[in-house]
């Protein structure tokens, strides 16, 4: 089970860069999250109807659900957009792995799980190559101002705003994984799941919407279709596959190795980074790529 966490860091990786490609075109972090909301709710209504599991999910499941969608969807998703707006891509993919460490400290003090030494050993060995393989994960270019206006890409410059929302990202994050630990142990379809999760979200955020009239006076501001085509490509490969894959390793492994394998993917998009931008990367990345995959190892190991 766990190899659907460890698949869900490279789909996250990639989601991460098709958002941070759109969120100006579609309006700013929490338009993007609207529309990644309700697209992420009818793909995954779709898939659950097809599969025809919505009886597997239950009245008791419901209030996890709506607390996992709130603080992992509605507050995290758009810090996260406005993270990678504010510091780019690779600086928030490094901060936001810190929902590992955050979801591993509140599943041993909400849910009483323990860790094996060795794992243990492969969660700090994960979350150390992460940091060193994402602190020098580029070359800095010969001309910062040129490379910052030419890129959404570029590396800019650490903001405390943008720190802050990546951090306050990771930590919603481990608390809605930590919230679908005990929905995910009754064997729920993934898709039901996450498509009531998706739901929850697609009331609050579109209801706070429209409780702004300035907001919307001029109408719903609809992407073009080829930025709305994007976005759901995004939204497929992020949060329908992705998060899916997450929720059916939580299944099977705990909150903290999940939480950490899924954590790969700011080790995972350095290599998108290269062949998207032509950027090479420093030799530190991949010494720390390779920390992180002993650490994995070790966590597989008993």
């Not at 109408?219 to 976005?231: D, M, N």
Request: proline letters at 5%; aromatic letters at 8%.
């Amino acid at each position: 089970m766990a190899f659907f966490a460890l698949g869900t860091s490279f789909c996250i990786a990639l989601a991460t860069l098709i958002s941070a490609e759109v969120v100006k075109s579609v309006g700013g972090p929490m338009a993007l999250s609207r529309w990644r909301m309700l697209i992420g709710f009818l793909m995954l209504a779709v898939l659950a109807t097809v599969v025809g599991n919505w009886g597997s999910l239950s009245a008791d499941h419901v209030p996890l659900i709506v607390l996992s969608s709130l603080v992992a969807i509605v507050i995290a998703d758009p810090a996260l957009n406005a993270g990678i707006a504010l510091i780019g891509a690779r600086r928030t993919g490094l901060i936001f792995s810190l929902s590992a460490p955050f979801a591993a400290a509140l599943g041993f003090l909400v849910l009483g799980e323990t860790l094996r030494p060795s794992q243990l050993i492969g969660c700090a060995l994960v979350a150390g190559g992460i940091a060193f393989a994402v602190g020098f994960g580029r070359r800095p270019p010969a001309d910062q101002d040129a490379a910052r206006n030419s890129s959404v890409h570029a590396e800019v410059r650490l903001s405390a705003a943008g720190v802050l929302l990546a951090v306050l990202a990771a930590f919603g994050q481990a608390v809605g994984i930590l919230s679908m630990r005990p929905v995910m142990l009754d064997n729920p379809d993934p898709f039901a799941v996450m498509a009531a999760r998706a739901l929850v979200a697609v009331v609050v955020l579109w209801a706070y919407h429209f409780a702004f009239p300035g907001t919307w006076k001029n109408g719903i501001a609809i992407p073009e279709r080829r930025v709305l085509a994007r976005v759901s490509l995004g939204v497929f490969i992020g949060y329908v596959a992705g998060m899916s894959m997450l929720m059916v390793a939580l299944t099977g492994t705990s909150v903290a190795v999940a939480s950490t394998l899924s954590s790969m993917a700011p080790v995972a998009i350095l290599p998108m980074l290269w062949l998207r931008t032509g950027t090479r990367l420093a030799w530190q990345a991949w010494c720390g790529a390779f920390v992180t995959v002993v650490g994995t190892a070790v966590l597989f190991w008993r």
